[in-house]
């Protein structure tokens, strides 16, 4: 709980920082958002670790295979970094490149999932297989 008064807190401050120097220091406030968002993306790493952490725990019990785990994780690595530098763009009034570097973000999740995506495939053609044999 306490983490999320310190997420507030900078985010409020940063905001607060932000309309200050507006008026007298424009160029500033992407500074600001830059700082602010690496300061809580240093925030979060704690608590992605534990997700990481338990996620694996939780495949090893299962038997699934952990690489569908590195895959997620990556995924879910790469849509975050991906809409944490588009809204930087955004912030810093670049509206066009923050478009292109979602749409990179989506082709490079997609890349990912390809090789998951045929195993399902092959699993399902398996059963099919199976099913159609007896």
Known sequence: ???VFKVVGIAFAAVVASLLLRTYRPELTAQIAVAAGAL??????DELRS???FLNALFERTGIETAYLSVLLKILGIAYLAQFAADLCRDAG???VAGKVEFTG?????A???P????????????LAVHAAS
């Open 1 to 3: 709980m306490a983490s």
């Open 40 to 45: 809580l993306l240093i925030l979060t790493m």
């Open 51 to 53: 997700m990481s952490a």
């Open 94 to 96: 670049e509206g066009a």
């Open 106 to 110: 989506r082709v490079m999740i997609l």
């Open 112 to 114: 990912l999932c390809l």
């Open 116 to 127: 998951v995506l045929a195993s399902i495939f092959e699993l399902v053609g398996g059963i």
